[in-house]
C-alpha cells in the first residue's frame, strides 16, 4: 500500500505563490495516478489536478489550468503541485491522492484509494 504525506500549506496574499508536496512511501513501483483535491467545510470536494507516475499527460481543472503545475519527481517518490497567482477562491484544504492504475487517470474522487491528512492554504485579497 501507499502512504501519502501532504506539506508546503499555510497563508499568502492574493497573487502569491505556493508550492505543495506529497511524500510517498510504501511499494511506489507500479502505475498509479496521482491527483490533487481540495476542499472548503460544507462544500463537495474538487479535483484540481492530476498525473501518471508513468510519466505523461498531466490535467488540470478549469479553474487552475494556468495557474497550477502539477509535477512529479521519481528518485523521491515525491508529487508536487506549483501555486502561482493564487487566488481567494483557492482557500482549501489541499489533498493528495493516489489510486494504482494502468490505464485510468481521471477526477472521481471516490476511485482514489490512498490520501494524504490534508494540508491547508488560505489566500487573502
Given amino acids: 500500500q501507499v ?27 507500479s502505475r498509479h495516478c496521482m491527483a490533487w483535491f481540495r476542499q472548503t467545510p ?24 494556468g495557474r497550477f503545475t502539477i509535477s512529479q519527481d521519481n528518485a523521491k517518490n515525491t508529487l508536487y503541485l506549483q501555486m502561482n497567482t493564487l487566488k481567494p477562491e483557492d482557500t482549501a484544504m489541499y489533498y493528495c491522492a493516489a489510486v494504482r492504475s ?19 492554504v488560505t489566500v487573502s485579497s
Fill in 3 to 29: 502512504q501519502l504525506v501532504e506539506s508546503g500549506g499555510g497563508s499568502v496574499q492574493a497573487g502569491g505563490s505556493l508550492r505543495l508536496s506529497c511524500a510517498a512511501s510504501g511499494t511506489t513501483s
Fill in 42 to 65: 460544507g462544500k463537495e470536494r474538487e479535483w484540481v489536478a492530476g498525473m501518471s507516475t508513468s510519466g505523461g499527460n498531466t490535467n488540470y481543472a478549469d479553474s487552475v489550468k
Fill in 102 to 120: 494502468s490505464w485510468w487517470c481521471g477526477r472521481q474522487w471516490s476511485l482514489f484509494t490512498y490520501w494524504g491528512q490534508g494540508t491547508q
